[in-house]
């Protein structure tokens, strides 16, 4: 092959934009990976401390300076020279100046004065924040055994999951989860990492008798679900449950004569295995008919300051928060119950908590009042 012929297979697995800060042209994920390795310095993507003299070493010869412009750049952008105060008197820094000209300060002063008039100091949604940065950033992401270290070289994928789409407004706009995943990982890992209420719903009418709800919720009965990736249904094939439900879909493409379609184990198939583009929207399909979007927005490799332990992946960087759906009668707890053709009801459909559906449609020996249908109900707002 010629050296041309080279170069261009070369690019071919180089993430290229074909539409200017939207999606890339397609590449292969282990091609990319490979790629970048072959062309870096092992010392580059490697989790050992470098010398700090192999360092300036480095550094003097890639710039061309003298040892002496060196040691001068060392004294001007040296931390020390960015202290304000002495060491032995280090500042408060959630204290905010009272007249700040900075906009950073004025808007954390801002929020600073909002959160005080606040009756409790942190919601929940801070203390979710707070947890996410204690799972990402502080001593326990390091890996004790040899074994759970994220090895060099590996890629890290960050995906976003967005809402199913029969959402309404702006929830096709915003992801309902964004994931960390290694390149090792499967299609099927990133399913189970993935968070939807239609997978705890309970399908069932149960008025006469609230009480024999079944245990099991929609994805224990329901199973079958797949990835699709340009033009290849990935199928989860894991249970003997399971169905390919893509074969629809590439039948009805045979019969069309539109482009063909291919299928394969989402199991069997790593991240790192995917030919995909950057920024492109593709579909993840479960509970037969519950779409959402899945866009792949960033791929690099690993860094010594990343989670290098493997047991904690998939890390959850960002999990989107709903308004939870009150009671219609109390408007204190979360709706439990969904009920139709209810005379007992102020609206039709109609929510009611546990403690308010039973006391108004069942008398004290629990028999049934009136006529109406009732169905469990579980609030998108449970993943909060």
């Known amino acids: ?8 297979a070369s690019k071919t697995n180089i993430p290229e934009y074909e539409i200017a800060d939207v999606n890339s042209k397609p590449f292969h994920i282990g091609s990319f990976r490979n790629e970048w390795l072959n062309r870096l310095d092992p010392n580059s993507y490697s989790y050992a401390n ?14 061309g300076i003298s040892a002496d412009t060196m040691t001068e750049l060392k004294s001007t952008c040296s931390i020390d020279s960015l202290r304000c105060h002495p060491v032995d ?13 900075l906009k950073t ?7 600073q004065d909002y959160r005080s008039s606040l009756k409790i100091s942190k919601n929940r949604h801070d203390l979710y924040a707070d947890e996410l940065d204690r799972v990402t950033v502080t001593d326990q992401v390091k890996a004790e055994a040899a074994d759970t270290i994220v090895p060099e070289g590996e890629v890290i994928l960050s995906i976003n999951v967005y809402y199913p789409a029969t959402f309404d407004k702006f929830n096709y706009v915003r992801p309902h989860m964004t994931l960390l995943m290694l390149g090792c990982h499967t299609l099927a890992e ?46 989860d094939m894991r249970f003997p449950e399971c169905q390919d439900i893509s074969m629809t879909t590439i039948e009805w493409a045979k019969a069309c004569n539109a482009p063909p379609y291919s299928k394969a184990k989402m199991e069997d198939t790593r991240l790192v295995d995917l030919k995909i583009k950057v920024g492109y929207p593709y579909l993840y399909c479960h509970q037969g008919d519950c779409e959402h979007l899945v866009i792949i927005t960033d791929i690099r490799l690993t860094h010594k300051n990343d ?7 998939p890390v959850l960087t960002h999990k989107d928060r709903l308004m939870t759906q009150k009671c219609a009668v109390c408007h204190l707890y979360i709706g439990r119950w969904f009920t139709t053709n209810d005379n007992f009801a102020p609206s039709d459909p109609c929510l009611f908590c546990n403690k308010c559906f039973r006391m108004l449609h069942y008398d004290t020996k629990g028999n049934k009042l009136g006529d109406f249908q009732a169905y469990p109900y579980v609030d998108p707002g449970a993943f909060n």
Do not use: W
């Open 50 to 63: 470098v010398d700090e003299e192999a360092f300036e070493d480095n550094f003097v010869k890639e710039m």
């Open 307 to 313: 989670c290098l332990n493997k047991t904690l992946y």
């Open 89 to 101: 008197q280090p500042p408060d820094t959630e204290v905010v100046p009272p007249d700040p000209t």
């Open 1 to 8: 092959m010629a050296a041309s012929d080279l170069s261009a």
């Open 105 to 111: 300060l004025i808007q954390r002063k801002e929020r």
């Open 190 to 235: 990133l399913r189970d990492a993935i968070c939807c209420v239609s997978d705890l719903q309970v399908f069932g009418e149960f008025s006469s008798n609230p009480d024999m709800v079944p245990d099991f919720i929609s994805k224990d009965h329901y199973k079958s679900a797949f990835f699709f990736f340009e033009g290849v249904f990935y199928n």
